[in-house]
């Protein structure tokens, strides 16, 4: 883990790609995507398996490693309608009422819409964006909020780096701007989307389950 100052606040970045705001021991985790491998398996396309069983453990990893006593899902929770799935929605209940005592929000975000809000039984409160919380705006979207600095999904970040020892490397990573940062993809089973950072941006790479501060002259053009 990675503890950096943000806003004016320490945030850890954890290898999983979740940001954990110490003064509010929030957890922040974007991009689920619950269910989304059932949702390609009823489409007939061949997926693996047990992805949402694997997001949950790494959650509990990460909810066990920061001490955290809330999450906030920063939107996609689960990928779409087919999500709904009975053994989907019985995984979850089941890592639910084995963490009870945890506070869950849901940031609505765009797979959000479509797929309907997660189901009473998992006890997820579901807001709209952005939710306020200390100097920050809690959001699933990547778009500036006036007075406050967000913390957003959506995009998938990675980056390309080389150096000597490897050609080319797709990292997921951390994507910190002036005033809007992006954390990864949550889900085992979501793509990433390359980025194109700015100058003063500040970009932190997952490797080998370490966060490092990446200077931008490593990036691949």
Known sequence: MLRISLA???????????????DYHTLLVADAHFGKAVSFRLLGVPVPSGTTTET???ISDAVR??????????GD????????????????KEWRDQN?????????????DRAGDPPSSLDIRVVDEPLPLGPF??????????????????WHP???????AFQRLRLPCFWLGDDVGVLPAFGSFT????????????IFPVAKNVVRALELKNLEN
């Open 100 to 112: 009870a005592a945890l506070d869950l929000t849901l940031v609505r975000g765009n797979h959000d």
């Open 56 to 58: 949950l453990a790494t």
């Open 137 to 154: 705006a809690l959001c699933h979207h990547p778009k500036p909020v006036a007075g406050a600095y967000v913390l957003a999904g959506h």
């Open 191 to 202: 793509g990433m989307h390359r980025i194109e950072p700015r100058e003063g941006d500040r």
């Open 65 to 74: 490693d920061t001490g955290a006593k809330r999450i906030v899902f920063l």
């Open 77 to 92: 929770f689960l990928h779409s309608k087919r999500s709904h799935a009975a053994g989907t929605l019985g995984v979850l």
């Open 158 to 164: 990675c980056i390309s780096v080389s150096g000597r």
């Open 8 to 22: 004016g606040v320490d945030v850890v970045l954890h290898p999983s790609g979740a940001a954990f705001l110490c």
